[in-house]
């Protein structure tokens, strides 16, 4: 009688999860395939990992590109020919760990080589020899061309605000006094934010916490709710929330009581935005239009146009934008927000307020659009922007939110065209 083969207990994992996912992410990220933040998320939804191991996953696939350029800059004279992605990505990620994370030399090499190796990812002799020997390069961490943007956005605090885009962001929620008391019963720690914001510390996911589950928390910078601010008091009054997205603005807006329509090309966005309206309790209606096309709506006293762009303004939350931003991109993403801004005017009656916002800091989305707008709607008129609780410089007709801190970068100008209010 012959035995049965004794099978061998399977070997446990030489390297943590959370760096397969950070690298996979970072693969499809450098690779163009999508935004770092919803190919993170997907990525720990699949994963299931423990909060501490999601939050190192966090870490490096926004760490490794902000401090990319750099990065790649010390790897290039250590590879030889082609380096195939995957090597490319693993490499980055390790080489972020030890020159920026201070995670220690043996637990790099140590991991990322596991890694290379049980996930077929990169030859193991490559990563032990690379990540022993590479040092830092002493290289800008954003296009020259960029940073002349931001110098002459922030000028002396330029300098500040490029530093501040390379840490690590954090979360801005909008919560209401019984979601702040579930948070911290919970164990996450709620310290008082900007613009009405709160900045939260989570001990778990924020999707498994009781205050986002049950509507009493909505992430938003605070430079985002600014623009909804805006506007000014909203209660009880039609507001035209255009090119609404995700419908986050659109949230807001009706949590300050307006009644609001949410409009945007992209039909399968409302349905994002409905059901997030749902868990808040909120109501919103739903277009969907082109607005570079006119838009048969009756006018309303409120309008927010916050036009999509380049995202400039939003390098620290997601750093891959400078990466692949040109300035040819800039002169398109102004093209478009110029044929939009006159089809949004025309939504405005008289006496109302238009508000234009994008979340870029180049002048030609921001200032340059709303001059040009200006030269040519005589019946529009700049007014100051109210409520603003964040840090901002003027800029044009309107004001840049300053990204210190984790605010994003914001323009906004708010519009008032001529003529008298209909109450009736």
């Not at 030269?375 to 409520?387: D, I």
Request: glycine fraction near 8%.
């Amino acid at each position: 009688m012959t035995r049965p083969a004794r099978r061998s207990a399977p070997r446990p994992s030489a390297f943590n999860p959370a760096r397969e996912v950070a690298v996979r992410v970072l693969l499809r990220v450098l690779a163009g395939e999508g935004f770092a933040a919803t190919a993170l998320d997907s990525a720990l939804q699949n994963a299931r990992l423990p909060g501490r191991d999601a939050g190192l996953a966090t870490h490096i696939v926004y760490g490794t590109l902000r401090h990319f350029p750099s990065l790649d800059a010390a790897l290039a004279p250590m590879l030889t020919g082609k380096t195939h992605p995957k090597a490319r990505a693993l490499l980055l990620a390790g080489a972020f760990e030890k020159l920026h994370l201070g995670t220690p030399l043996h637990a790099v090499v140590n991991e990322y080589v596991g890694l290379a190796r049980d996930a077929r990812l990169a030859p193991p002799g490559l990563v032990n020899a690379v990540l022993r020997r590479i040092e830092r390069a002493d290289v800008p961490e954003l296009p020259a061309w960029l940073a002349e943007v931001y110098r002459e956005a922030y000028g002396a605090q330029a300098d500040a605000v490029m530093a501040d885009l390379l840490t690590p962001q954090p979360l801005w929620l909008s919560l209401s006094d019984a979601g702040v008391r579930m948070l911290e019963e919970d164990g996450n720690v709620v310290f008082p934010g900007q613009q009405g914001t709160e900045r939260v510390e989570l001990a778990q996911p924020l999707r498994e916490t009781r205050a986002f589950a049950q509507g009493q928390a909505q992430p938003i910078n605070p430079a985002s709710l600014a623009c909804v601010d805006a506007l000014g008091d909203v209660k009880g009054a039609r507001v035209l929330d255009l090119a609404g997205g995700m419908g986050v603005k659109a949230a807001m807006l009706a949590t300050r009581g307006a009644e609001v329509t949410s409009v945007d090309v992209v039909a399968r966005k409302h349905d994002a935005a409905r059901a997030n309206l749902r868990r808040l309790g909120l109501q919103a209606d739903f277009v969907t239009h082109d607005l570079t096309a006119p838009l048969d709506l009756p006018p309303a006293p409120f309008v927010l146009l916050d036009a999509p762009c380049t995202g400039s303004g939003t390098l620290r939350s997601h750093p891959e934008i400078k990466l692949r931003l040109t300035p040819q991109a800039v002169t398109e993403a102004a093209q478009l927000q110029a044929q939009m801004l006159p089809n949004a005017a025309a939504l405005v009656e008289p006496g109302g307020v238009l508000v234009y916002s994008v979340c870029s800091v180049t002048p030609q989305e921001g200032p340059g659009v709303v001059a040009d707008f200006l030269a040519s709607h005589p019946e529009f008129q700049p007014e100051t922007v109210p409520g603003l609780d964040v840090p901002h410089v003027p800029a044009g007709a309107g004001v840049l939110t300053v990204p210190l801190g984790g605010v994003d970068g914001f323009f906004m100008a708010r519009l008032r065209r001529n003529g008298s209010r209909n109450l009736t």
